[in-house]
C-alpha cells in the first residue's frame, strides 16, 4: 500500500523527515491506511500542500497520509455562494471556480497552493482577521475519519467540541474528508487599496488599529533593519471591496484573464527563474538594501485598484521563492500579542535579533480577534510574522533566539501560531494555552485517537 518511502520537507525547507507516503484517493483509504498503521506500530501524519512553515506535516519514521488527490469540488450553488469540497482542494481551484460566478473565499493564506484539509487544520487567518475572523469561521459543516474508522459529521451545533478542536487541531485529531463552505459576494474583481509609510512601531501599529475603519483587509510589511527611532517603520496596505455601481464592469474585472498571475515580468521574463536572481542578495546587506529601497519608494502615499488574487496572493508572483535563502532554508517565526503588549515585545525582539546580527529578511504585520476554536492562535491585538535565513552555522543561535523571543511573547500574554514557529517547546505551549486547554485537548485525543495512531512532529514537539 505504500506509494514511496522518501524524505519530506517543510515548505521552508528547513526541517525535512522520511516517512512512508500514502496516497488516498478514497476514504476507504484513509480506513486502510490507519489500519495498516495499527498492524505494524506506526504512526500516522496528515498532508495536504506541505505549504506549512514548519514540522505540522512531517512524520519521522511513520507514514504520510498524502491528501493532495482527494480533490473534487463536489458541489457549488453559485445563488447561496455555498460550496462543498474534499480536502485536497487547493485555494487556487476553489477561487478559479467561485470568481466568475461573483464569489470570492472569505478568509485565504498568502499563498493560493495550500488546501482546504490544511487551511481546516491550520485554522488560517487572512489580512481580514479583524473582521471575518478564521477560516474555521465560514465552515457550514465538515465530515472526518477518525483513527478508530468512524466518520463524524460536526458544525457549530452538531458535535460542538470537535468542530472546535478538529479545527486548528493540526491533524491530530482525525482527517477532514469534506467540508461546506460558505463564500462572500463580491461586486467586482478589483479592490481599492490604501498604500501608506508608518515611520516607526508605535505609528505602525496604531495604523493596524486605526487605519482601516471602511476596509475589509489591513497588513503592514515592516523593515526589520531600521533601527533606533525608525525602528519598526514599514508600509500599511489598507484594502476594501469596491461596493455595488463603483466597478461599471464587474463581469469584466472578475473574469479569470484578468486575476491570474502572468507567468512573465516585463513580459519576457519567466517568473519561475526569478529566485535564481534573487539568490545573491539572501544576505544581511542585501536584504538591509532591499528593505530600505522598500520603504523609500512606500513614502508618497497613494491608492489604487488590484485584482484579489494579485492583492492576497502576492508571494505566489515568484515561484519557489523561498529557494532563494540556500541550502539551510528559512524559519517564520510568528508571534500573537494582546494590542497592550505588542510595542514593547516586538521592540524588543527587533533590538535583540539586530544585536545578534540575525535580522529577519522580512517581516509582516496584521491585526486580529479572538476565536472560540479550543487550540486558537488569535488575540485581540497584532501579529508579526519574521522570516529568518538559517544555516548549519546559524542553526544553534538561530534556535537559542527564537526561545528568548518564546520568553518574551508569554510574558505579554501572546500566543503561536504552528503553521509557522518551528523552535517553540511543549513547555512553552503548556504555557501559552494553559493547563485546562490541554487536559481538554488530551481527553478529545483519547476519545478519537484511543490507539495513538495520528501523529506528527508537531504534535510529539508540543504534547510531548
Ligand atoms: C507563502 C505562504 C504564505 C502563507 N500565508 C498564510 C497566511 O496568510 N495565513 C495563515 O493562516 N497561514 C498562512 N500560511 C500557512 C498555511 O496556510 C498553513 O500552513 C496551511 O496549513 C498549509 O496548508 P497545506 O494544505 O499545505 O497543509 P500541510 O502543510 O500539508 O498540513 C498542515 C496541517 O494540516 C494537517 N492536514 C492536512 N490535510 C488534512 C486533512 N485532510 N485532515 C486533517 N488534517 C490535515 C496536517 O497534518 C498538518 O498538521 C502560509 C504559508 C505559505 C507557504
Known amino acids: 500500500m505504500f506509494n514511496t518511502f522518501k524524505r519530506f520537507e517543510n515548505f521552508g525547507h528547513s526541517l525535512n ?10 476514504t476507504d483509504d484513509i480506513r486502510a491506511a490507519f489500519d495498516l498503521a495499527k498492524k505494524r506500530g506506526l504512526t500516522v501524519a496528515a498532508r495536504g500542500a506541505g505549504r506549512s512553515y514548519n514540522d505540522a506535516s512531517l512524520n519521522g519514521g511513520g507514514i504520510i497520509l498524502d491528501l493532495s488527490a482527494m480533490n473534487l469540488i463536489q458541489s457549488w450553488n453559485p445563488a447561496t455562494g455555498v460550496v462543498r469540497a474534499e480536502p485536497g482542494v487547493t485555494l487556487e481551484q476553489l477561487w478559479q471556480k467561485i470568481e466568475p460566478d461573483g464569489w470570492w ?7 493560493m497552493k495550500t488546501t482546504m484539509g490544511g487551511c481546516l487544520s491550520a485554522n488560517i487567518h487572512g489580512k481580514n482577521n479583524f473582521k471575518m475572523g478564521t477560516f474555521g469561521e465560514h465552515v457550514i459543516e465538515f465530515s472526518a475519519i477518525l483513527p478508530t474508522g468512524a466518520e463524524v459529521t460536526c458544525s457549530p451545533k452538531k458535535n460542538a467540541d470537535l468542530f472546535h478542536a478538529m479545527i486548528g487541531g493540526y491533524g491530530m485529531l ?13 461586486h467586482s ?18 495604523a493596524l488599529q486605526d487605519g482601516a475603519p471602511d476596509h475589509d483587509y489591513i497588513v503592514g510589511w515592516m523593515d526589520t533593519f531600521a533601527g533606533g527611532s525608525s525602528l519598526g517603520r514599514g508600509q500599511i496596505h489598507a484594502a476594501r471591496h469596491l461596493r455595488e455601481g463603483e466597478d461599471p464592469k464587474p463581469q469584466e474585472t472578475m473574469k479569470l484573464t484578468n486575476q491570474i498571475l502572468p ?3 516585463f513580459g519576457v521574463f519567466p517568473k519561475s527563474l526569478l529566485h535564481r536572481f534573487m539568490k545573491p542578495f539572501a544576505n544581511n546587506i542585501g536584504w538591509r538594501m532591499v528593505n530600505l529601497a522598500k520603504y523609500v519608494a512606500s513614502l508618497p502615499k497613494h491608492t489604487f485598484r488590484q485584482s484579489h488574487a494579485a492583492f492576497h496572493f502576492l508571494l505566489d508572483y515568484v515561484p519557489n521563492w523561498e529557494l ?10 510568528q508571534s500573537f500579542l494582546p494590542k497592550e503588549t505588542a510595542e514593547s515585545a516586538w521592540a524588543e525582539m527587533l533590538s535583540l535579533s539586530q544585536k545578534r546580527g540575525m535580522p529577519a529578511f522580512l517581516g509582516v504585520t496584521k491585526r486580529h480577534r479572538p476565536d472560540k476554536f479550543l487550540l486558537t492562535h488569535a488575540v485581540d491585538g497584532f501579529s508579526l510574522a519574521l522570516d529568518f535565513k538559517v544555516t548549519d552555522a546559524t542553526r ?39 493547563e485546562e486547554t490541554v487536559k481538554k485537548f488530551k481527553r ?21
Open 17 to 26: 523527515a522520511p516517512g512512508y507516503r500514502i496516497l488516498a484517493r478514497a
Open 105 to 111: 473565499p472569505p478568509v485565504v493564506s498568502g499563498t
Open 174 to 186: 482525525g482527517i477532514f474528508t469534506s467540508v461546506t463552505l460558505q463564500m462572500k459576494r463580491l
Open 189 to 206: 474583481g478589483l479592490l481599492s487599496v490604501d498604500a501608506y509609510p508608518a515611520p516607526n512601531l508605535r505609528r505602525h501599529l496604531f
Open 263 to 265: 507567468p512573465y515580468i
Open 324 to 333: 532563494s535563502y540556500g541550502r539551510g532554508g528559512l524559519i517564520q517565526y
Open 396 to 434: 544553534p543561535q538561530m534556535r537559542d533566539m527564537l526561545q528568548e523571543f518564546d520568553r518574551i511573547v508569554v510574558a505579554g500574554g501572546g500566543r503561536f501560531y504552528f503553521a509557522k514557529n518551528s523552535e517553540t517547546t511543549a513547555e512553552t505551549a503548556l504555557a501559552f494555552y494553559g
Open 444 to 464: 478529545l485525543k483519547k476519545r478519537c485517537d484511543p490507539n495513538g495512531l495520528l501523529e506528527s512532529d508537531l504534535y510529539r514537539r508540543i504534547f510531548g
